[in-house]
């Protein structure tokens, strides 16, 4: 068997493309404002994507670069004053921050409604209850992109590899609000290659180059790979896994165009409700 790919980037393209039209109807230009400490290259990368993003479709964005010695107080300072400020509608901070800031309480400073990003615990509380709120932008991009594929979830056996509170705890946490029997996986897991064998669809999650060997997976499952390693690997060996699947997403334009495209919606969203 040779697997089908999962098109990220046109799926992707679609939610654009309805957003921007969403944008156009609206009173005020929703502005995204994202923060970004330290220089990580990949980092940078990420957030000049999602500028970049933004400007094609009419959002406005707002850059705040700070220096890689900013204190937990200085940045939570800098995030509740955007979470203030009228003319955001959404915030991002960029993940990871250096190791010496408390992400946690970071994260913590963006008011609710402009968590476009959905990394505060009250989006993670408001998603695992089935309730009305911002979704985690890469979890909430899978589960969009499964539904694109029509993947039926209900009964079946989901395995998500990494339990990242960004990452593996939410897309979880959405897996098993649509019916399927999740397990986890993380770093302390025995016996990870017969756990993925079982699954009807996996999730890798880790930041480990192929961790995920093709010859784990079930004939016929569905693999989604958010990893993305130097390079432009995955998280999943990904020739070998092809010719098992059923469905695959490709590295690069599988899940990452999702997560941004999630993002946008998300921001317009906010914009929307805000007036
Ligand atoms: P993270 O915070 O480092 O979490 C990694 C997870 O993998 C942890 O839960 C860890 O377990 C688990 N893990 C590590 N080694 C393992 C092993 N040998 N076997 C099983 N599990 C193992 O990473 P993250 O932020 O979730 O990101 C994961 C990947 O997704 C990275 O490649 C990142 O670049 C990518 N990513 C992509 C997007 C996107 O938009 N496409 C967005 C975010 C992240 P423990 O909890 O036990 O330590």
């Known amino acids: 068997m040779t697997a089908r790919i999962m098109d990220g980037t046109a799926v992707a393209a679609r939610m654009l493309a309805e957003t921007e039209q969403l944008v156009r109807g609206l009173e005020r230009q929703p502005v995204l404002a994202t923060v970004l400490v330290g220089d990580d290259p990949a980092s940078q990368t990420y957030v000049r994507m999602k500028r970049s993003r933004c400007a094609k479709i009419g959002i406005g964005s707002r850059s705040v670069e700070l220096p890689a010695s900013t204190t937990t107080a200085e940045l939570v300072a800098v995030i509740r004053e955007l979470s203030e ?44 209850f089935g309730e009305r709120g911002f979704q985690s932008c890469t979890p909430g991009g899978i589960l969009r992109l499964l539904d694109a594929y029509e993947v039926p979830l209900r009964g079946r056996r989901a395995v998500v590899v990494g339990r990242s509170p960004i990452l593996g705890k939410p897309v979880g946490m959405l897996l098993l609000e649509r019916d399927a029997t999740v397990t986890y996986c993380h770093s302390k897991t025995v016996g990870l290659p017969e756990i993925v064998a079982e699954a009807d669809v996996v999730v890798a999650a880790v930041g480990r180059p192929e961790l995920v060997r093709g010859s784990w997976i079930k004939p016929g499952a569905v693999v989604l790979d958010a990893g993305y390693n130097p390079g432009n690997v995955g998280d999943v060996e990904y020739g070998a896994a092809a010719e098992r699947a059923g469905l695959i997403t490709p590295v690069p334009g599988g899940v990452g165009p999702m997560t941004i495209a999630l993002l946008l919606e998300q921001t317009a969203g906010a914009a929307q409700r805000a007036r």
Not at 106 to 127: C, L, N, Q, R, W
């Open 85 to 128: 400020d009228p003319g955001v509608h959404g915030i991002l901070l960029q993940h990871p921050v250096p190791a010496h800031i408390d992400e946690r309480a970071a994260f913590e400073a963006i008011a609710p409604a402009k968590d476009v990003d959905g990394v505060t615990m009250a989006s993670f509380a408001a998603m695992s």
